[in-house]
């Protein structure tokens, strides 16, 4: 297949938005509402996992208690929310996105972050336009993006203007494991990029291209599908 023809998904968390330091406080916020130590960036990465439950049972020896899911949880995202307007874009994205639009290739966004929370951030960001879709997490928080892949897809294929975009020639860019697992559940690649919630070593571990930047991921989707 040539790079005319592949479609990329972008994550939207610690991909497109450089947004870990965010994480990372909100994450200790969440820890402090039940007596938790905070914890370092390096040690985030080394642990972070989804379901985020079992996140959270890596670092208390335990799975949280369903009250304290619902704490930390709710705790997370307001901390998140008031931290992330500082947040700017992936360096160099802005320009990435709108070279492979002008190049007539289509993209879009998947993230876990909720639906009526992402579009209009993706919207204030102004960067809304280069992609087909937008899709955030419609259901509860703290699952896995699989299914979630799945349902973008379809969506992507259904809506028309994808230009027939299929599984076997779109590539997942992000920076989580999960994001691999995604692609693969739909048979489609993927590339991590280490700038956001996992170490290197980690994604490694997984099998897929592991990139420093998103310019080298885009690069190397183009020849991948």
């Known amino acids: 297949m040539g790079k005319q023809s592949t479609h990329l998904v ?3 968390n610690g991909t497109i938005l450089d947004d870990i330091q965010a994480v990372i406080g909100a994450t200790n916020a969440a820890f402090a509402e039940i007596g938790l130590e905070p914890i370092t960036l390096d040690r985030y990465r080394a642990l972070y996992c989804v379901p985020i439950p079992v996140f959270y049972e890596r670092l208390m020896g335990r799975l949280p208690t369903d009250d304290e899911w619902i704490v930390m949880d709710e705790c997370f995202h307001r901390h998140y929310t008031e931290r992330r307007a500082g947040c700017g874009l992936t360096e160099g994205v802005e320009e990435l996105l709108a070279q492979w639009r002008l190049a007539g290739r ?3 966004l998947l993230s876990m972050y ?3 929370e992402l579009v209009p951030v993706v919207r204030a960001y102004g960067i809304e336009s280069h992609f087909l879709r937008v899709d955030g997490r419609t259901g509860p928080s703290g699952g896995s993006k699989a299914l979630h892949m799945e349902r973008h897809l379809a969506a992507l294929a259904a809506q028309g203007g994808g230009g027939g975009i299929s599984a076997e020639r779109t590539v997942v860019i992000g920076d989580a494991v999960d994001d691999a ?4 559940h739909v048979g489609a690649r993927a590339v991590l990029y280490s700038g956001g919630s996992h170490s290197r070593a980690s994604l490694e571990a997984v099998g897929v291209p592991v990139v420093d930047s998103l310019a080298e991921a885009v690069a190397l989707a183009g020849d991948l599908a």
Do not use: E, F, I, L
């Not at 697992?181 to 693969?184: E, F, L, N, R, S």
């Open 10 to 12: 972008w994550d939207w």
């Open 106 to 108: 289509s993209q879009s």
């Open 114 to 116: 909720g639906h009526d």
């Open 181 to 184: 697992v995604a692609a693969a």
